[in-house]
């Protein structure tokens, strides 16, 4: 075989392979985009929970997050979906530490029964937080700008409003410590977005609390936190019932920093929650 030939040969070997990559890795593209808009469909009655580890991309940008997907699902519905910020802890790329500490009635499988519901648990970075502002100041100015992680977490909830079952009249927000500080700021980003926020353990601008009168909350802290001041709950929730809301405020006067242990032990918090819907 001539030289000729084998170059020729071995061009169309190459451009061959380069072929089917590319068309392998649309098709594993497109299947990853598909993936959550069949789940309805194809894991519909199965009465498993789903949680596999996902990486939303926005253009340069990565967000891990773990979906819950409501037990013995009828495509039929419509499912609520609450999204969990979790607290500083729990930050960094393993995918999991996240989920330390959702309630345990929301994982486990009678809860999961009587709560049917989509659970969206992004993790924020390690070098980052839900929100740039100091956690131990009496106050706060919201920042002008949407951190990167909390924007990713809106944009990741967009996308599934679109593909999944989600009744977006019940989208609800709870967060805690770090997480709580996050609930504070998006409801005030989008006061419109969610039918019940639940901060523990956080604080916010009182100055946006006109913002979100509209915007049924049920806010926690310990009283004896002094990692976050427990006035950044009281202050906040003050604020926004002096602009003519209706912010419930539960103080744990024996509780330290961790008071979402009390607040997710009150049965009568899911209650609430999942009673609310968007006018």
Not at 99 to 124: E, F, H, N, T, W
Not at 151 to 157: G, P, S
Not at 259 to 274: M, Q, S, T, V
Request: glycine letters at 6%; a positive charge.
């Amino acid at each position: 075989m001539s030289r000729f030939l084998k170059i020729i040969l071995l061009s169309s070997t190459l451009i061959f392979i380069a072929v089917i990559s590319i068309l392998s890795f649309f098709k594993s593209q497109e299947q990853k985009r598909t993936t959550l808009a069949a789940i309805d469909s194809t894991m519909a009655t199965t009465g498993k929970t789903i949680c596999e580890k996902e990486i939303y991309i926005s253009g340069n940008d990565t967000l891990p997050y773990r979906l819950f997907i409501p037990e013995r699902m009828d495509p039929r519905k419509k499912y609520p979906l609450l999204l969990f910020l979790h607290g500083a802890a729990q930050r960094g790329n393993d995918n999991e530490s996240q989920l330390s500490d959702i309630p345990y009635l929301l994982k486990d499988s009678a809860g999961r029964k009587d709560y049917p519901c989509y659970i969206l648990v992004p993790q924020c970075p390690l070098n980052k937080r839900w929100v740039e502002v100091n956690w131990g100041d009496s106050s706060e100015v919201m920042p002008n700008e949407i951190s990167i992680s909390e924007k990713l977490t809106v944009k990741l909830l967009g996308d599934l409003e679109r593909k999944l079952n989600v009744d977006s009249s019940r989208l609800y927000l709870v967060g805690l410590s770090m997480g709580g500080f996050g609930v504070w700021d998006l409801i005030c980003r989008y006061p419109e977005k969610f039918a019940a926020a639940v901060p523990i353990c956080g604080g916010g601008d009182e100055r946006q609390a006109k913002k979100i009168i509209q915007v049924p909350i049920w806010a926690f802290h310990g009283g004896l936190d002094y990692v976050v001041k427990p006035c950044r709950s009281i202050n906040m929730a003050n604020a926004v019932n002096a602009a003519g809301g209706n912010a419930k405020l539960t103080i744990y006067p024996k509780e330290y920093h961790a008071g979402w242990n009390a607040a997710f032990a009150d049965p009568e918090l899911f209650k609430w929650i999942f009673a609310q819907r968007k006018k």
